[in-house]
């Protein structure tokens, strides 16, 4: 009986055990955070094509916007179509589900019509248009009373939002947020489901390059409380940074959404990455109904880690929204301890001069436009990182949020670029939100208000750049503004009107040099330089294959050999460091070119992130790592006997090139320069051995391979996150017999994939190629090619087969795990 009595009890201990656990976690779901923000990217239907929407006059007249909407089943009739392109019915077969971020252009085909983008060729020959995107969604009784918004981060362009019937508003700008409170027009629990529609207009371009078409950033559903930190709300900055106490300045707005005013206490607490809370700073006010207040507090953080692109550490402030006792909001802010200086005598990073080793991105990738999930970004950087740079130009817009987000934690300096020079209503708005979005990144050193506009050097440019940099001092005044200009630096006016004036291409006749010599006080900046053009893996010039080559500067003739402008950097310090134009081709702007080339070549690295030779010339001048890289291949079958150059990039000392195994000589390294040897061809082995010190540290071989005889499959994970997201960048190579990459293989790889998994886009590299993205096989270009395999939601293994005619074939498999 005792023991009975003694098991009873345990069992009532437990019971109880686990309800206050369970209450107590209830508890912490109640009070620590009534915000919820929720990715809202999954399960949308596309249709493309425009529908007309007439203006909805009563409520229930929705059509399309909203959830009771006839179905047609088929296209019979003249009248089913009629009633379906009015937006009044749906016709299920012309929709299709799609996930986001999601680019409609890049699944067209090339089209070659010179009136495509702002200027002939501009936007790679793809067609752009009018789509329409559609969700259906379920918000339970319990957000009755919340505020609830939507933010699209972005979308090219011209969006107009619906929901549940009742027009919300329209967004011009493809690159900046937009935001809709939804909690009016929303239906709760049983009132039934809600619809959103987006129709997006982007048959007007922004810019010069492939901007693509749709939802192609992250959309995000936020659930606050009406008591709230506002949007952007947070401003952190450390005025004053000593080794031993960084003060830490901590700007918070508060809104109040209630009919009611509100005693409320703002507790902000500072910690480092694993939670240690250095200072907690807290404030009590009233915020009268439907009002909004500013709060400032200050604290600190006792021996603070600095931020920089070699030590990227990151601290926090969690705020929180406290009424009677209740933690009704709660918002994280990521900051960084660092000082930036730029002057006269160039960038100073944390005290010390810091030359910024910087590229120029634009923001699309290979097989998939602009629509790039995460791991493709952070894959960029990471190859951006590898070869030495510390500086990211984010051309010519603000980027996706998540890209600042990598370039905080991973390290790496950012020059953030306002879209448009304008001092309109609409463009201080998008000026404004690139400001407020931004402004709490370290990453961010200065700001770029516009790029290239034809208005430089104008009276009436200058007073709207004028306007332009009022507003980024009183959003920001912890940051300096730039402009990156081409021409009319010192007329106008408009150079005067900016903190740092800066250079494109500055290196033209020693522009910068001479314009320092008559405004010694002027603080500069290489915004942009370089382009050089160069076909991965070619060693010609030529108008007819619209190819360029590695080795020998031709055209556009306003840049120099890759590496060479670093040299300026160096002798003239005061410069403050260098974009180069750019890190990765991408699609559109194929200068010299026109049709059928669609994707630019300045790139270091082609749209694949496949290495051109030139992206050697800025690992041998911005790392320490011994390198030696020689070229060209040493293919050429039919030319033995005639004369070819070979050049190397290196950062050694001397090098020695050997052809097989006979040396051909050693040369003393100019830093910076590339070293040629005339040699006369014969099929076999190239070496070179760099040398530091006299000592051997490093070498580089080329070989004449055989024909190709399998295909090779590198895949950079292993395992991916089965969380529909995840993506694994597999590198596709045609080797020979022995292993060896053979350089002029263009054969046509075909993909077979099974499980948890599917192919989101494939690419060579190749800037005149017509092939489709968005298919299950791709030619080898120059020996390579690429296939992007997305996860699902399943765990499980994917298989992906690659065969082509008369290869051996290969399989890599990658494993999914939730």
């Not at 920089?308 to 802010?333: F, R």
């Not at 020059?415 to 402004?439: F, I, T, V, W």
């Not at 460091?577 to 081709?585: N, Q, S």
Request: proline residues 5%.
């Amino acid at each position: 009986m005792n023991l009975i009595k003694s098991q009873v009890l345990i069992f009532i201990f437990s019971l109880l055990f686990l309800l206050v656990e369970g209450n107590a976690q209830v508890l912490q779901q109640t009070n620590v955070s009534k915000r919820v923000r929720l990715n809202f990217d999954f399960n949308w239907q596309f249709h493309k094509g425009d529908i007309a929407m007439k203006l909805v006059v009563r409520v229930g007249q929705g059509g399309i916007t909203d959830i009771n909407v006839p179905i047609i089943q088929k296209k019979d009739t003249v009248i089913d179509y009629t009633n379906f392109r009015s937006s009044t019915s749906m016709l299920p077969a012309d929709w299709k589900t799609v996930n986001l971020p999601h680019d409609w252009c890049i699944e067209g085909d090339f089209v070659h019509d010179d009136y495509l983008g702002s200027q002939p060729s501009a936007s790679g020959y793809l067609p752009v248009g009018v789509g329409v995107y559609r969700k259906e969604f379920e918000i339970p009784e319990l957000d009755k009373g919340k505020k609830i918004s939507i933010e699209f981060d972005g979308i090219f362009r011209n969006s107009t939002v619906w929901v549940n019937g009742h027009l919300m508003g329209t967004h011009l700008s493809g690159y900046t947020p937009s935001n809709y409170d939804l909690s009016d027009v929303l239906r709760y629990g049983n009132e039934g489901k809600n619809v959103i529609l987006v129709k997006v207009d982007a048959t007007q371009p922004e810019g010069w390059w492939y901007e693509g078409c749709g939802i192609y950033r992250h959309v995000w559903l936020v659930k606050t409380d009406r008591l709230h930190v506002a949007r952007f709300g947070t401003y952190i900055t450390t005025p004053t940074i000593s080794d031993a106490e960084a003060d830490v300045s901590i700007k918070t707005t508060l809104k109040n959404e209630y009919k009611t005013a509100k005693n409320v206490t703002l507790v902000s607490k500072i910690v480092d990455k694993k939670g240690f809370v250095f200072d907690t700073e807290t404030s009590t006010l009233s915020i009268s109904p439907f009002d909004q207040i500013e709060v400032s507090q200050t604290g600190a953080i006792k021996k603070p880690l600095l931020w920089s692109p070699e030590t990227p550490n990151l601290y926090k402030v969690l705020t929180e929204v406290v009424e009677n006792g209740n933690i009704v909001d709660a918002y994280e802010t990521t900051f960084g301890v660092r000082t930036v200086e730029i002057n006269k005598n160039g960038v100073f990073l944390n005290g010390k001069l810091y030359p910024v080793k910087g590229t120029c991105n634009h923001q699309d990738f290979a097989g998939i436009g602009v629509a790039l999930p995460n791991k493709i970004n952070w894959y960029k950087l990471k190859v951006l990182k590898e070869m030495g740079s510390n500086g990211y130009r984010c051309t010519h817009h603000m980027p996706t949020p998540e890209v600042l987000d990598m370039c905080d934690s991973i390290g790496m300096l950012v020059l953030d670029e306002n879209r448009h020079l304008s001092s309109s209503e609409e463009g201080l708005k998008d000026l404004s939100a690139m400001l407020y979005r931004d402004r709490n990144h370290p990453s961010i050193f200065m700001w770029s208000l516009e790029n290239e506009e034809a208005m430089q050097g104008t009276v009436m440019g200058a007073r709207i750049m004028q306007t332009m940099v009022n507003t980024a001092h009183k959003i920001d005044p912890a940051r300096k503004v730039t402009a990156a200009m081409n021409h009319a630096r010192n007329e106008g006016g408009y150079g005067d009107v900016l903190d740092v004036v800066g250079y494109n291409y500055g290196d033209k006749q020693l522009a910068y040099v001479k314009d320092k010599e008559n405004h010694p006080d002027r603080v500069m900046f290489c915004t942009e330089g370089t382009s050089f053009v160069s076909t991965r893996g070619e060693y010609e010039n030529s108008w007819w294959k619209h190819l360029c080559s590695n080795s020998i500067l031709w055209q556009p003739g306003w840049g120099p050999y890759p590496g060479e402008d670093w040299a300026d950097i160096v002798k003239y310090p005061y410069l403050g460091g260098l974009f180069v134009w750019t890190a990765f081709d991408y699609r559109g702007e194929p200068t010299p070119f026109s049709w059928p080339s669609v994707s630019s070549q300045f790139g270091f690295l082609d749209v694949c992130g496949f290495p051109k030779d030139g992206y050697y010339a800025y690992k041998s001048a911005w790392t320490d790592i011994p390198t030696v890289h020689i070229f060209p291949h040493w293919n050429w079958a039919g030319k033995e006997g005639d004369s070819i150059k070979v050049h190397c990039y290196t950062n050694c000392d001397e090098v020695e090139l050997f052809l097989n195994g006979k040396s051909i000589g050693k040369q003393k390294a100019v830093p910076y320069t590339k070293l040629i040897w005339p040699l006369i061809y014969k099929p076999g082995k190239l070496e070179a051995r760099g040398y530091k010190a006299g000592k051997l540290v490093t070498k580089d071989i080329v070989a004449t391979t055989k024909a190709p005889e399998q295909v090779a499959l590198n895949s950079d994970v292993s395992t991916l996150k089965a969380d529909g997201c995840d993506v694994a960048i597999i590198k596709v190579s045609i080797k020979d017999a022995k292993g060896r990459v053979v350089p002029t293989a263009d054969n046509l790889v075909k993909f077979l994939i099974e499980g948890p998994g599917k192919i989101i886009g494939v690419a060579n590299g190749n800037p005149n190629s017509h092939e489709r993205d968005k298919v299950s096989q791709r030619m080898a270009f120059n020996g390579y090619c690429l296939v992007l395999v997305q996860s699902d939601k399943k765990d499980g293994e994917i298989r992906l087969k690659a065969i082509s005619e008369n290869l051996k074939a290969t399989e890599v498999v990658i494993v999914t795990v939730k």
